[in-house]
T-cell receptor, first 116, second 116 residues
Framework: AQKVTQAQTEISVVEKEDVTLDCVYE???????LFWYKQPPSGELVFLIR??????QNEISGRYSWNFQKSTSSFNFTITASQVVDSAVYFC?????????????FGKGTMLLVSP | GAVVSQHPSWVICKSGTSVKIECRSL??????MFWYRQFPKQSLMLMAT?????????EQGVEKDKFLINHASLTLSTLTVTSAHPEDSSFYIC????????????FGSGTRLTVV
């Protein structure tokens, strides 16, 4: 079974629309970290956020916000007022205490296309 | 801080030749580095975990004789693709665990390998 599921393969929006990228994870560990990364066409991975399993506070950073809900094992990412520069592939990832945080398991990614 | 440099950014080589990719942690010591492979429009798949001063740990299905990993120092890990074939063409990304206590990962900018 997939440990990190990003059910949305591709999302297309028009600039200024809000968009939410879904991430559902699976783990038996009580201690773990969740991450979101952005991969623009150039290929490098850009770190966006890291969230500890004990911290369920939602976080907002500019136009980005994250909703972490342990009850549903979800860690969704919302971009408000999307911009063309947001076009990229976004990966959700999980790191578990059981692996000594030595394994970062990625979801399959969601490609976001923001058109003008 | 916590910068990882990877090079080359891209390389084209002939079938049968070997290619070496370097991954350096510039401002911290990385006892553990990771090598990922990414096919077009797919997720990152962990190939191996590289431990300084010891043998790398390869994921199931990854040929250790084909993908040679050396982690001879605390700041450098190398991946050598030996006797490359066109099917080895891919995007290779390295990452390093951030300094202890930060529970994060820093990624290199990736290497696009094309075997002709």
């Amino acid at each position: 079974a997939q440990k990190v599921t990003q059910a949305q393969t591709e999302i297309s929006v028009v600039e200024k629309e809000d968009v939410t990228l879904d991430c559902v994870y699976e783990t038996r560990d009580t201690t773990y970290y969740l991450f979101w990364y952005k991969q623009p066409p150039s290929g490098e991975l850009v770190f966006l956020i890291r969230r500890n399993s004990f911290d369920e506070q939602n976080e907002i950073s500019g136009r980005y916000s994250w909703n972490f809900q342990k009850s549903t094992s979800s860690f969704n990412f919302t971009i408000t007022a999307s911009q063309v520069v947001d076009s990229a592939v976004y990966f959700c990832a999980l790191s578990e205490a059981g692996s000594g945080y030595n394994t970062l398991t990625f979801g399959k990614g969601t490609m976001l296309l923001v058109s003008p | 801080g916590a910068v990882v440099s990877q090079h080359p950014s891209w390389v084209i080589c002939k079938s049968g030749t070997s290619v070496k990719i370097e991954c350096r942690s510039l401002d911290f010591q990385a006892t553990t580095m990771f090598w990922y492979r990414q096919f077009p429009k797919q997720s990152l798949m962990l190939m191996a975990t590289s431990n300084e001063g010891s043998k790398a740990t390869y994921e199931q299905g990854v040929e250790k004789d084909k993908f040679l990993i050396n982690h001879a120092s605390l700041t450098l890990s190398t991946l050598t693709v030996t006797s490359a074939h066109p099917e080895d063409s891919s995007f290779y990304i390295c990452s390093a665990r951030r300094p202890q206590g930060s529970y994060g990962y820093t990624f290199g900018s990736g290497t696009r390998l094309t075997v002709v």
